[in-house]
């Protein structure tokens, strides 16, 4: 079953940065966005990011704004999500997942499919 592969996770300082990768495994399949996804300890699993499949749009949540970049790479059928700014509050396990339709809302667990196994981030302050 193809998947979805998340990779670039790591332990960093307030203020520093990574970059997160999401890979798709199996035979390429297409995405109509792809989406960043995250959980903290306690916590329910939250919206992050989205990109649509041409690239051209862009979503993000209000607490990542102005830190976060989520861009493509249409020809490694790779997304990426820049992290700057991070902060200990950044802190949880970072998912990817395939919204295969263009219907649904974006920031929604509902509407994607295809969950990777997450990648951990840890931001220590």
């Known amino acids: 079953q193809e998947q979805l592969v998340e990779s670039g996770g790591g332990l960093v300082q307030a203020g520093g940065s990574l970059r997160l990768s999401c890979a798709a495994s199996?035979?390429?399949?297409?995405?109509?966005?792809t989406g960043w996804f995250r959980q903290a300890p306690g916590s329910e699993r939250g919206f992050v990011a989205a990109?649509?499949?041409?690239?051209?749009?862009?979503y993000y949540a209000d607490s990542v704004k102005g830190r976060f970049t989520i861009s493509r790479d249409s020809a490694k059928n790779t997304v990426y999500l820049q992290m700057n700014s991070l902060k200990p509050e950044d802190t949880a396990v970072y998912y990817c997942?395939?919204?295969?339709?263009?219907?649904?809302?974006?920031?929604?667990?509902?509407?994607?499919?295809?969950w990777g196994q997450g990648t951990q981030v840890t931001v220590s302050s």
């Open positions: 997942a395939c919204k295969v339709y263009s219907y649904g809302v974006y920031y929604s667990q509902g509407s994607y499919r295809n």
């Open positions: 199996g035979r390429t399949f297409s995405c109509y966005a």
């Open positions: 990109i649509n499949w041409g690239g051209r749009s862009t």
